[in-house]
């Protein structure tokens, strides 16, 4: 599972590397929702899974598909403004909004001992954005817009979380994903045609960027489904949230972006924090 928390965050780095490039946002989006329904379908006829699903539920699963469509723009847009790490750590609350959500539905009863874990997910997210009083502002004008992409895909993402556990529950995982990544790659193909914006990269770097992306984000996908069965919710909880830190370092090693000791103080708090929520859940 640490592994594939590595090869997730990796798959973002590759991206900034296709960003930087000259690749645009919808490019990255539109080939990674390609490849990784051509790896589940290769996958899923390997396996012999069926492709059926239910009639009653295929609007539900369309409808995620949208969910996922926006999640993925706005995480690659957070990703193309701002050090990647940063953009994954804001990205990574999204276990809180869920939990929110499901209190606000009356899915599960409110507690307590939930509070504490969040307060210091907050408290660690300050740290690492580096919010102190003397350069608040300035810190909201530099990473604000992409702190808002990476929100933003934090709530879609846990919108999908929620339809996901309440909506799907019965449907194979692997035939979900397929239909998700699918509406997303067609939305953004024909958004994205429509408004001119999907730009190759003007460089070879931004070509591999873009293939390791893809691999790496669909052999992710593909070793999720494989290890989920073999493992405990608290071990999958702990190893995936992994991935902002598993950034942090590939980000400083192929970027060469850093952040100081106290912003990495905090993505390690705000990581501690999202994990404790999670034990405590279970």
Known sequence: MIGIAILFGANHVAARVAFDAGASVATGVLV????????????????GTSFAIPRPLLPRALLLGVAMAVQSYCLYSAVARIPAAL????????????????????????????????????FGLGLALDLGTDRMWPRLSELGAGVLWAFGAAVSFALMLYGNAHWLPRVDGRLRTLIMTGVTGVIVLVAGAGAGVLVAPKAAAGWAGLVLLTML??????????????????????????????????????????????????????????????????
Do not use: D
Request: proline letters at 5%.
């Open 217 to 282: 984000y669909g052999t992710a996908t593909v070793s999720l489904f494989m290890a989920l069965p073999r493992l405990s919710g608290a071990v999958t909880t702990m190893a995936l949230n992994f991935e902002p830190i598993a950034v942090l370092a590939l980000a400083w090693a192929f970027l060469g972006q850093t952040v100081s000791s106290t912003q990495t103080a905090g993505i390690f708090v705000v990581v501690a924090a999202i994990v404790l929520l999670g034990l405590l859940k279970r």
């Open 32 to 47: 990674r929702a390609a490849g990784t329904a051509v790896f589940l379908v290769v996958l899923m006829k390997a396996q």
């Open 87 to 122: 953009a994954l750590l804001v990205f990574h609350t999204c276990p809180i909004l869920f939990l929110l959500l499901s209190w606000a539905t009356g899915k599960e009863p409110p507690r307590l001992t939930a509070l504490a874990p969040m307060l210091l997910a907050l």
